[in-house]
């Protein structure tokens, strides 16, 4: 449930950095606010289901490839792949540990992913503010304990109020689409 300000102080509610950080959409922040609520009180809309997976697929593709470049310089320089099960295991772990590497070089950049800026979506706070770089952590982890839960955590979002999931709720961070620049048409 959205719930438009209330006309009380700007900063109410709202972490101490908040006060210095632009605002994306300036709805304020009601006083009788609960730090550990889980509403959004911003007017951003949340992104569509099939923005989140567009987005999600672009930096998958992106970890994929990094891995494929990795497996082609090593075939380059002689080495020859072995397929059997411990193999496999370490593959798949080399795999996990490029897209954690991935994810958390967006979070220390303190920006967007590549498919979140290709898909034409940025992460807000459910307060509106641009999220520092522990609140995407904190989001990254989050994910991770959406995904582990047998994707539970991301499915959520199919039957929620708000179209939010389990990390959405626990990072109180969200995707929205970017404002479009509008450009002047030029003949």
Known sequence: MRDKGSGTKAGAGRSKNAANQPRLFPTQVPADALPNDSTIYCDAPVALPLHRILAASVDASMVLISVGIFAGILLAAGAEPVFNRATMIVYGIAALLTLAGYRIMWCVAGTDSLGMRVCGLRLITFDGLIPDRTQRI?????????????????LWSLVDEEKLTWHDHMSKTFPTPAAQKKRALSW
């Open 138 to 154: 904190q989001r990254t982890v989050t994910g991770c304990i959406s995904a582990m839960a047998g994707g539970l955590g991301l």
